[in-house]
C-alpha cells in the first residue's frame, strides 16, 4: 500500500520475555506491522546461549545462533536489539554494536542511567543512533511525548509511576489491607515480583528510569548517584491506612522538578491526593504525569513491563529506525546528555515538600507544646494535628499523634525530627512521608486566556 | 548544542485563540523550542482579517499582513498553519497552500473529518505533508502515539473522552447534582462553553475526532456521515444518578471497536464502571484509551481544547515537519485513509453491548412478568432489575424500574423498547443509556506468558 517499501534487517540479542516477545511480533505478527507501515523488518539472527526459551515460542529454528560476531558482520544487519540486560555485558554488546556501525535498539534502564550519555556520543562518532523507549514505562511512549510531542514545552515536573512490581505491592497493601510481607510473598507466589526483589522495592529501578527521563524531559545531563532513593520495603500498614484516612493514596514515585535553578529529584513512597489522576494508577500499571508550560498536565498509562507491552516499544524504535526518523531525532534534538549541561541537583534537605509525620509519644500533658515548639524552632508550620485511635498502640500510656506540614524544606524536617527524637516524651523513631500535591498549572500564563 | 541547526519559515493564518497562542509560543517562548531540538522556526506572516487579537497579545506588527496570496508565494515558506476553522474557506486555504509546495499544520478536526482523505491525496500529489495532531485531544500527542509509538499493534478498540465541554457539563452534574440546562449555563458563563454549543453537545465535534483517530488506529477509510451521533442535551439528572448508585459513571465517549469483520463507530453518553481509568477523567480534560494486541490497554491524558495546550501540538508538528520527520512518516504510513479501503461501519442495530434502561410502568402485578416477556422474545438477557425509590416518580399508582442487560444486539434492544413502550402498562418513552465494560486485553495470547 505504502509509495517506499523500506527493508531492515535486524539481530536480536537476548531471547528472555521480553526477547521472545520481540522475536513473536517480528515474525508471528509480521503482516499487522506490513499492513501498517509498509516497512519490513527483516529478523536475520536470534543471538542467546541459551535458546530454550526460543524453542518454547517456537521461533524458526535457523536463526539461532550464539554467533554475535556472526550477526555484527552481516552488512544486511542495521539494527541490533540489545535484550540482555545487566550493565557490563550489555555494555559491550552495546559498544561492539555502533562501531561495527549498526543502530541499537534498547530496553536496558540500568545501562543507560549509568552510562548513557557515554554511549549516546560513541553512536555519534560512528553515525548510528540508540533507541530506548522501552527502557521506561514499557510500552507506554513516553519517550516520544518528551522528545517529540511535548517539544515546545519548558518541563516544569514530572512524576512517575515507573515500577509495575512496587505499584501492585501498593495497591494491594491499600485495597486488601495487608502487610508488606504477606503481599510482597503473594506477588513472588504469583509471578509479578522477582525471587529477589531489591532492585524493584528498593526504589533503584525507578531511580534508573527517572535518569533517563528526567535527562530527556529538562535537557539536562541527570547523574544517577545523586538522585535521593528511598524503597518501599520499611512501610507500614498503619501509616498507609492513616494516610487514607486523610484523603491521600501512596504511591512510590520518580519525582523530577524544577525548584529556582535547581532540579529536584527522587524516588519516594509518597501519599498523593485521591483526586490525581495517578492515586488512580492500580495494580501492575505504570502512568507518567508531565507539566508543560504549554500543555499543562498530561499523563500516559499503560502496562509498564511484561513481554508484549515492552516488546511493542522494541519494534516502534525499529520501525522508527527503519524509516529513518529516530536517527534524524537523534542527530537532531539538543536533549540528550552527551550535549547538555549538567543538571544542578539539588541535595535532598533542599527539597521543599509537604509531610505526613506519625510519632509515639507519652499520653500526657505538655507534649504537644514540647513539639510544637521544635517544629517552630525550624520554621515548620503544620497543617493539621491529629491523635487518631490506634489499635496498634502498644500501650494506654502512650499515645500516636499524626502530623501534616505545609511546604518545608526537607532539610528542617529532618532536623525536627531527629530533634523530636530525643525528646524523652517521644517513645519511638518518627515515620515521615512526604506529600505530594498537584503540580500548579502554568498555561493561563501571561499573554493567554482561557477558552 | 545540536548539529543540524534547521531553519523553517511559517505562515500562521487565522489569529484567534489557538493562532494567538502560537504566535506566542513561536515568539516569546522561541528560546524555550531553540534549547531543545535546536531547530529555529521563523514566523514570517500572521494572515488574518482582523488582528484585534494579535494586538492584543502584543505580537510584532511587521508580521500582521490580510494577504494570504503573497505568504504563499514566499519560496521561503516551507510551512502553512491553517487555524481558520469552520470547512469552507479552511479547505480552500489548505489547497492553495498544498498545491503551493507548503506542508499544512492544522487544527481543523471537521475539515479532516469531512475531506481528509481528498487532502492527503492532494497534499501527495505535491509532494509535501499535513499535519494534524492538533486536531484531536489537543495538547494529547495521540495522533503521534497511533502512528508512531504503537505502530505494531493491531488495535482493537479505542475509546475516547474527546469533548472538555461536554465532559465538564457531566462531571458537574455527577458531582453537583444538577441537572443539564443549569450546568450548561453556568459552563456558558465561566466560557467553558459556546454561546451556541450545539456542535459540542450534539457529539458532532466528538465524532470528527473520531473519524480521524478510527481511521488510523484500524488504517480504514471511516465515513463521518456513517458514525451514529447521540449528545448529552438529551440526558437526565436522575439516570446519571441511579447510574451512579449501580457503581457507573457518565460520559460522552468516542467508541470505535473491532467487531467481526466490521467496525462499530458511535458517539455516545454511556455509563462506564467506576473502576475504568476513564472514570476518573473529569472536568475539561479529555483522555483516550487504546487496546492494542501488544501494549494491552494505554491511556493518553490531558487538556483537549485551549489556546495553549492546542498550540503545543501545532508547534510540535511545525518543529516535526521542519525536521524531515512527519513528511518521511506522512510518505511512508499505509494508515492514511487515502491509500485504505474502506471501513465495514456495522450500523448501529448491530452493535453488541450492554445497557441500562430505565421505564415509568403502573405499579401493579403482572407488569414485570409483561416486560419480562418482551425481552425474552427478543433474546435479551437481563443482568439485573431493580425498582428503586425515586421521589420524581409522578404518582403513587406508578413506579421506576432500571434494568440492566447482559450483552446484546443494539437492535434487539431499540425493538424491545418500542415494544415495551406500546404496552398499556409502560407509560413513558423508556431510557436507554449503553453500559461500556473493559475491553479485554489480549496481551497473554498464544505464545506469551506473563513475566
Chains 1, 2 share one sequence.
Not at 524453542?55 to 535484550?83: M, N
Not at 536517527?327 to 535532598?348: G, H, M, T, V
Amino acid at each position: 500500500m505504502s509509495e517506499t517499501n523500506t527493508k531492515c534487517g535486524v539481530a536480536l540479542v537476548g531471547c528472555g520475555v521480553v526477547g521472545g516477545a520481540t522475536a513473536t511480533l517480528l515474525t508471528r505478527d509480521s503482516e499487522i506491522l506490513r499492513g501498517r507501515c509498509g516497512t519490513r523488518i527483516d529478523l536475520r539472527y536470534i543471538v542467546d546461549l541459551d535458546h530454550t526459551h526460543a524453542r518454547e515460542l517456537g521461533l524458526d529454528e535457523s536463526l539461532l545462533t550464539a554467533d554475535l560476531t556472526a550477526a555484527l558482520d552481516d552488512p544486511d544487519v542495521q539494527v541490533v536489539i540489545e535484550l540482555v540486560g545487566g550493565i557490563t555485558t550489555a555494555r559491550e554488546i552495546t559498544e561492539q554494536a555502533l562501531r561495527a556501525g549498526k543502530h541499537v535498539v534498547t530496553a536496558n534502564k540500568a545501562l543507560l542511567a549509568h552510562a548513557g550519555p557515554e554511549l549516546y556520543a560513541v553512536a555519534r562518532e560512528n553515525g548510528v543512533s540508540i533507541a530506548f523507549e522501552a527502557s521506561c514505562a514499557g510500552g507506554i511512549p513516553i519517550i516520544r511525548a518528551l522528545t517529540d510531542g511535548l517539544i515546545v514545552n519548558r518541563i516544569d515536573a514530572l512524576y512517575g509511576i515507573v515500577n509495575g512490581t512496587c505499584n501492585f505491592i501498593l495497591s494491594a497493601m491499600v485495597q486488601e489491607g495487608k502487610g508488606y510481607d504477606r503481599v510482597l510473598a503473594q506477588a513472588q507466589a504469583d509471578g509479578l515480583a522477582e525471587a529477589d526483589p531489591t532492585l524493584d522495592v528498593s526504589g533503584e529501578d525507578s531511580a534508573h528510569k527517572l535518569t533517563i527521563l528526567a535527562g530527556l524531559a529538562f535537557g539536562q545531563n541527570v547523574d544517577f548517584d545523586a538522585v535521593s532513593i528511598e524503597g518501599i520495603d520499611k512501610l507500614q500498614l498503619m501509616d498507609i491506612q492513616q494516610g487514607k484516612a486523610l484523603g491521600y493514596v501512596i504511591k512510590l514515585l520518580a519525582i523530577a522538578q524544577r525548584q529556582g535553578d535547581g532540579l529536584c529529584l527522587r524516588v519516594r513512597p509518597v501519599f498523593i491526593d485521591i483526586e490525581h489522576p495517578l492515586a488512580w494508577v492500580s495494580g501492575p500499571f505504570n502512568a507518567v504525569s508531565v507539566y508543560g508550560h504549554a500543555t499543562g498536565h498530561t499523563m500516559y498509562y499503560g502496562r509498564g513491563a511484561g513481554g508484549m507491552p515492552t516488546a511493542s516499544a522494541v519494534v516502534a524504535d525499529v520501525v522508527s529506525v527503519a524509516q529513518g526518523l529516530w536517527p534524524k531525532l537523534f542527530a537532531q534534538l539538543a536533549l540528550w546528555p552527551d550535549r547538555c549541561e549538567s543538571a544542578n541537583q539539588l541535595p535532598i534537605e533542599e527539597v521543599r515538600s509537604r509531610y505526613y509525620i506519625r510519632m509515639l509519644v507519652e499520653d500526657r500533658p505538655g507534649v504537644f507544646a514540647q513539639i510544637g515548639r521544635v517544629f517552630a524552632e525550624e520554621e515548620i508550620s503544620i497543617a493539621s494535628l491529629l491523635q487518631p485511635e490506634v489499635e496498634e498502640t502498644p500501650s494506654d500510656d502512650l499515645a500516636t499523634i499524626v502530623i501534616t506540614t505545609h511546604v518545608s524544606r526537607e532539610g528542617a524536617v529532618r532536623s525536627a525530627l531527629a530533634r523530636c527524637g530525643e525528646l524523652p516524651t517521644v517513645r519511638a523513631r518518627p515515620v515521615c512521608i512526604g506529600i505530594v500535591d498537584e503540580h500548579p498549572e502554568q498555561l493561563w500564563a501571561e499573554g493567554e486566556q482561557q477558552e
